[in-house]
């Protein structure tokens, strides 16, 4: 077994086979395929090779995470696949580990990803992020006073302008770009029925404002938004009035709710709809999901970029790092796990080391990431996940680290 990078004169049809079988592509569907080529080669991408043939496929992109005002450079776990021939080996873990470690040398202070269920990437230091609020609603049940102007029809070959437009896009807190326009390609290549309705207000025409579809209905629905951008909260009403539009036959549209906005505030009875269409087709619900998940690959200049009016408040923090156990002893970068001496405040900083006299604060890596992103509050997170500290200290943290709710809006 050797690992090394993708090739893809030698591990394209591997890989190929490998998200067949796992239900990543289907059989014959050259788009998709096509995607999988974009996607491989643009980001950096590690293979397990048995016998001649690629078994393990990681790949990783460059990015950045925005926390509070300031952008963070990030690593994003792009995807991660064993063939049915390769499972239980720790191959996934050895490559994940290795990228993620890879990443770390290069300057990412944080990875992310999007997980398939929770456990596995607890295991390489991740810890859980917010729920993510995805409508399932009825397009003419959308209360909107702004009147949408007829929209762009965009489609796979926009992808460069829409990337572009992803970019621009209103950002919050927790919220991630990833750099590769494969990012942006393939998620269209793979869409099926994939469509764009968009608005060009730029200066030079640039894409301000779009919602991305899928539907395997396409004359009722649902639609599924996958994305959608805008620079301004009066161009996200145009594209809830675009919705509007579409409900004269569309009768269910997915989406997920933007970080700023409570969509409720939008719909025409939500409840009643809710108990008419239950159990059909077209049931109108939201369904919570916690399904993303970041960890710190640099201690120091996460909580660098962390500026909270309250405190200072300041301990001494043990990390652990489960990441190091799948990394070999002579690696460059072997997790986090150690001494720091912490402040959070108007000014933050996570120093090497142990002070004398400070209230002691224990974490796994996941479990502080959580903390500093403002997932939960230190007092929860102390009931639910691997941290612990003196009362008085997590009442401390609880009082100073009140941050706004971290939402990617960029699903990986
Ligand atoms: C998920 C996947 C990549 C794992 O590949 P793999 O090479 O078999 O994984 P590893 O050998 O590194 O790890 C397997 C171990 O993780 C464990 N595991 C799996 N899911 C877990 C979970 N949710 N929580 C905790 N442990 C879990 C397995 O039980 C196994 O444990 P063992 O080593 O004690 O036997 C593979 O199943 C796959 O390709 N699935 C389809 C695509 C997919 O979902 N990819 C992930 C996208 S986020």
Redesign the pocket.
Known sequence: MEIRAYDPETDFAGVARMWRE?G?LDAGEEKQEQGLKVFAEQFDSLVAVIDGSPE?FVSTGTGSVRYLTEDLPLSV?T?????HV?????????LAARSIARDAVAGAAVSA???????????LGFGTGTYEYWHALDPASLRVSVAARPPKRLGPDDWEAIHESRIARRRGHGSCVLDAGAATEAELLWASNGFGLGYADGPDGELTHLLWFSAKGMEFGPLNAWFMTYQTTEQFLELMSLLVQLGDNVQLVRMREPADIQLQDLIHQPFRRRRMTEKSEYENRVRANAYWQMRMCDVARCVAATSVPGGPVRFNLVVTDPIEAALDDGAEWRGVGGDYIVTFGPESSAEPGVEDGLPTLRAGVGAFTRLWLGVRPASGLAATDDLTGPGELLADLDRVLRLPTPKPDWDF
């Open positions: 796992i990543w393990c776990l995807a991660v696949t064993t063939s390769a499972r239980r080996q720790g191959l996934a873990k050895t990803l999007g997980m398939f269920d929770q456990g596995y990437y607890n295991k």
